[in-house]
């Protein structure tokens, strides 16, 4: 059983940002450019997560990449892929993400246009929004642009091949990355679902589950986690447990529940979990009312097939 408040290890990147405000004290004149804040577990002994939850800051775009699935990860003597999905905390005007391809591309095209450049006129771009999610399947080619701060969930995995990078003199993967790629349009985005007033779930994956919970100012809950789960405040202030927890901070609970005590502020968090369907008993009242999905198929009847297939069926082992 564990219930810890994770601590913070800050990543430079190139693309990265020297102003880190306000979801990290970290800024300065002459500071390093940090692109990625990891949460991690406090118990340093622990065995290594499933997921890795960080916050990406990008005030260049990032290589346009694409990771591997776990079938090609484990032909190459990786131990898994990686699928990824990112939670929009903000994004200037005009800032977009990539996402697959404008059209079918085959292996010996994209092979050419990872060496000619032209990769980068293939990419699928579009805008996004504040509190937008995204999965970001492993195999699809992506790329994050200059001017967003974005959560991420992932599987964990450094495993990145890069088949354009701006001219910044990093190594491409054009092998790795023509072999991994699916060379298709991305998959169309499921748009997020209210499974109760509090719980909306914004991320379906074959190994990972995500969802925004809004949890309202003097409220009283617990939340159960019998699988590696991950919250993430995004705004106001709570217990969870013994710990007072505010913006910005993150919370790691595995076979275990906590109770969470609004504030006069309420919450609203994210909460990421290892597992291929919904967890029906996530969040539960303690003053009466059972917040978790209905449990028979005639009280999933306000909710659409698919979702319903996703919370009841039987998933793959993450």
Known sequence: MTLERTFTHMVPKLWGSTDLRPWNAYHGEGAAAIGEIWMQRTDQGASETALLLKILFTDEPLSIQVHPNDAYARSIG?????????YILSANPGAGIALGLKRQVGPDELRASIDSGSVADLVQWRSVKNGEAILVSAGTVHAIGAGIVAVEIQQRSSTTFRLFDYGRQRELDPEHAVAAASGERAARQSPARKLTEERTLLV???????????????????????????LFVLEGRGWVGELDVCRSEAIFLEADSARIRMRSSGMQCLVAYVGAKANPNLLRTLEGEDAGIPKSDQD???????LKLAIAAPGPRA
């Open 78 to 86: 990786l131990q898994h892929g990686k699928s990824e999905a990112w």
């Open 204 to 230: 379906t994956d074959q190994h990972f589950m995500l969802e925004r919970l809004q949890l309202p100012a003097g409220s009283d809950w617990e939340l159960c986690a019998p699988t590696e789960t991950w």
């Open 300 to 306: 999933l009847s306000f909710l659409q097939p698919d």
